[in-house]
């Protein structure tokens, strides 16, 4: 015990003074950036970077709608000072760095987060809230029409919230150490199970059966498909409110992986979503030589015509029935 006393008297004591963290600057002046906090919260902060919050102010489709300057009214959402009492502010400093640690773990100068401590010292104020970290309404005030939609699907039955799909859960430590005594520190933390912050439709958690789709041949062997997608998640189908969205029906050649991409069909945009619980078909015509080239699959894609430098996100596989002729 005298040992590890001394090790983190050492520690702290060569420290600078951890208030900067939790400090709101007046405007004009510097303020937390998510690089501080990820001297202590190494991977959290490269999940972060990875995700669609770190790149909310700095899109090019943002920033081509929002105006240069922004205007005040998108940054609450692109560049928050905190989303916790459902009135976001936008930033005065470190815009550029979106949806950041602080806009959802900062209130009133404490770092609230779903896990308490289990460190030998936390170097700045530290609250749990685990109901309010697992609940949608902390993803309300930014996705408001997205989460009108899920609380109307909860209402007919239970659902899976925001983060159990849009989240993985992962089991570390909260704070990972980063020298020799903050890696001493550390070792005396318990693991716990979390959510991972890399939030990126391209790497979501996947909600078993959210999509299911139903093929037959019209009429058998022909070449023609009907598919019917049936949207099982608690959310239209796209949702979302701004940007461009399409959602599209692409034959695959299994083996290779090469998409058949004119023998594609539009599901439904963003003005013709589907609702959650409802069904839509449609016919899909193949040639013989599709047919012939081997097992074909359909994949459910997600395009966005409005951010062009986006690839399409593929939401859910489908093997399409094989047929004896065509």
Do not use: N
């Given at each position: 015990f005298g040992v590890l006393f001394l090790c983190t008297t050492a520690l702290f004591g060569g420290c600078t003074s951890f208030d900067h963290l939790t400090h709101i600057p007046t405007a004009g002046e510097a303020g937390p950036t998510a690089q501080a906090c990820g001297s202590c919260h190494g991977q959290q902060h490269l999940e972060w970077q990875r995700?669609?919050?770190?790149?909310?102010?700095?899109?090019?489709?943002?920033?081509?709608?929002?105006?240069?300057p922004p205007g005040e009214e998108c940054l609450r959402c692109h560049s928050p000072l905190g989303v916790r009492n459902g009135q976001p502010l936008s930033r005065t400093f470190a815009r550029e760095?979106?949806?950041?640690?602080?806009?959802?773990h900062l209130v009133d100068g404490v770092m609230h987060g779903p896990h308490g401590s289990t460190a030998l010292v936390s170097p700045h104020p530290i609250r749990e809230d685990r109901a309010a970290y697992a609940s949608p309404a902390l993803c309300a005030p930014c996705h408001d029409e997205t989460h009108a939609q899920w609380r109307q699907a909860t209402a007919r039955q239970g659902a899976p919230t925001c983060q159990e799909c849009h989240q993985a859960s992962v089991r570390r430590t909260v704070t990972q150490g980063t020298g020799l005594f903050s890696n001493l520190l550390v070792a005396f933390e318990k693991k716990a199970t979390t959510r991972s912050h890399d939030i990126n439709l391209e790497r979501m958690a996947r909600f078993p059966g959210g999509i299911t789709l139903t093929v037959s041949t019209k009429p058998p062997g022909a070449g023609l498909f009907e598919v019917t997608v049936r949207n099982n998640l608690p959310h239209d189908l796209p949702t979302g409110t701004y940007g461009d969205k399409e959602l599209r029906l692409v034959p695959v050649v299994a083996a290779e992986s090469r998409r058949l991409a004119e023998r594609s069909m539009v599901l439904g945009k963003a003005s013709q979503a589907l609702a959650s619980g409802a069904s839509r078909k449609v016919l899909i015509t193949l040639k013989a030589n599709d047919v012939l080239a081997g097992p074909l699959r359909l994949d459910l894609e997600r395009h966005s015509p409005s951010h062009a430098e986006r690839n399409p996100i593929v939401l859910a596989s489908f093997p399409l029935p094989s047929t004896d002729k065509v």
């Open positions: 995700s669609v919050h770190a790149q909310a102010a700095i899109g090019r489709t943002f920033l081509e709608a929002a105006g240069d760095e979106g949806v950041t640690c602080i806009s959802c």
